[in-house]
């Protein structure tokens, strides 16, 4: 048996490597050890990676090995989890550390998955995963797409291949009853993070309103408030990939009038701008993954919020995300109060990512995307 003495009890299922204190049986990169306290007592079993900050990945807190039997066991707990909070077509199948898998993403669009993996544990063992998935949902295709700085930290390469079966031509998706058009992109696809919000931020929409959906992708925030109200969108990314798949999804989606899209530098764009907007959603790519360039990414959001608040109208909705867990809630709020002078707002809407990415109260890092509906006020 491989064995693994550390110094502290772990708060969730991560052990940095500063606090292991001994080894046992000679583990080698990716071997499942027994994680032991150094009084003796058993803490779980996890993988085992001498080359990562991260030396220890603890899969369960039982005496149990990643085989087979617990890959099946685990992606059947984790589908009926989604099946029974209503997630039916594209969802989050596996998060992780929060399923038990840990290193392991696997979205679920329509009948195919996407794939990633960010462990050593895991990569060893993903074909025992791609065997379970096909066994347990006979799926038309599965991709990997095992990519990211997570990849480097383990010293993984990257890979992006088709995996098994095949993905039909035009291939699309649902995401609350909108049509999208699938390909292997950013992260494994789509946003399905925002599919909650989606349908939060609509409510407070209404006929007539000019919307920006700054930083948008594919279009989520857009083609919902466009097929659900008769409205003016403008869409704008700095990625002309993003707005080719978005001109698809309006295709798709029967929408032929009601939008203006623009390919732009998303600052650049609310400098310039002379229009006022009823409802601006920002939802940025992460500023930053680390601590350490924290200051830089909070700088970047007061520079986007005053430039935003400078084209709300004066009852006008501004929904603000951060998808980095270092860039918290309170510094949303903080930064949204610095930079609005004479400007008050209300907090309408607390969000979070959607509950096929759960958030777990011991594994903190499980939360990473957070943002507010705020409305302009006026006293």
């Not at 996407?114 to 038309?140: C, H, M, T, W, Y």
């Amino acid at each position: 048996m491989k064995k693994v003495y550390i110094k502290a009890f772990p708060e969730y299922s991560i052990v940095y490597d500063d606090l292991l204190v001994s080894r046992e049986g000679g583990p080698g990169p990716g071997d499942v050890v027994k994680v032991f306290h150094k009084n003796g007592k058993f803490i779980g079993s996890g993988f085992y990676n001498p080359h990562s900050k991260i030396g220890i990945r603890i899969f369960s807190f039982e005496d149990e090995d990643f085989d087979y039997s617990y890959i099946k066991k685990s992606l059947i707990r984790a589908y009926n989890y989604r099946k029974n909070l209503g997630f039916e077509n594209s969802y989050r199948m596996i998060y992780s550390e929060v399923d038990n898998m840990p290193g392991l993403i696997v979205d679920k669009y329509g009948d195919g998955f996407v794939f990633q993996v960010f462990s050593i544990g895991i990569e060893i063992r993903k074909n025992l995963i791609i065997q379970a998935l096909k066994e347990l949902f006979d799926p038309i295709f599965i991709y990997e797409k095992s990519t990211g700085h997570l990849r480097k930290m383990e010293n993984l390469p990257y890979i992006s291949k088709l995996v098994y079966g095949e993905i039909p031509k035009d291939y699309t998706i649902k995401i609350n009853d909108i049509k999208f058009k699938f390909f292997v992109g950013q992260k494994t696809s789509l946003f399905l993070d925002q599919s909650e919000n989606y349908l939060k931020l609509l409510k407070y929409a209404k006929d007539g309103f000019k919307i920006l959906d700054a930083f948008c992708y594919v279009g989520g925030f857009g083609l919902h408030f466009l097929k659900n109200y008769n409205v003016e969108v403008v869409f704008l990314d700095i990625s002309e990939t993003s707005l080719d798949i978005l001109r698809e999804n309006l295709r798709l989606n029967g929408i032929e009038k009601g939008y203006q899209i623009v390919n732009a530098d998303i600052f650049d764009y609310l400098k310039n701008a002379k229009e006022k907007f009823d409802f601006i959603i920002l939802d940025p790519p992460a500023f930053t993954r680390s601590k350490q360039k924290l200051e830089n990414a909070l700088r970047a959001y007061d520079r986007l919020h005053r430039l935003a608040i400078s084209l709300l109208k004066e009852d006008g909705f501004l929904a603000t995300f951060s998808c980095s867990f270092y860039v918290s809630q309170e510094h949303l709020l903080e930064s949204i109060k610095k930079v609005s002078k004479n400007t008050n707002f209300v907090v309408l809407e607390k969000l979070y990512q959607s509950k096929d990415h759960p958030w777990t109260l011991k594994f903190a890092e499980s939360l990473y995307l957070k943002g507010f509906l705020l409305k302009r006020f006026f006293h």
